[in-house]
């Protein structure tokens, strides 16, 4: 798993850890988790291949993070914004027909 979002510039998993265990308390906070999952698509591919290979327990805890995250997205303004300019510059130019292509009235 080296290499994976999660992964911290020492090799350490942020998503270890189980709520209320003393021996292995989570790194990140679940709050923290949930956010990154609703902006970051890389966070959420990462999570979905990381968390086959931990605890049940942190499967768990991490499974229903990622529900929660998945049944609120969060959509970064700036992709709304491109995609709605995206919808405005597919329109059609009309250059046939009738009036095609000139001002009603003539081009005087």
């Known amino acids: 798993m080296p290499g994976e979002w999660w992964d911290s510039d020492t090799g350490q998993n942020m998503l270890a850890g189980v709520e209320g265990d003393v021996d292995n308390p989570p790194l990140l906070p679940s709050d ?3 956010a990154f999952l609703q902006k970051i698509p ?4 990462s999570l979905k291949r990381m968390v086959g290979n931990m605890l049940p327990e942190e499967q768990d805890r991490l499974l229903s993070l990622l529900a929660t995250a998945e049944a609120n997205p969060v959509v970064d303004p700036t992709m709304l914004a491109d995609q709605f300019q995206l919808d405005w510059n597919r329109q059609g130019v009309l250059t046939t027909g009738r009036y095609g292509g000139t001002r009603r009235g003539g081009n005087r």
Do not use: G, Q
């Open 32 to 34: 923290y988790i949930i």
């Open 42 to 45: 890389a966070a959420r591919s």
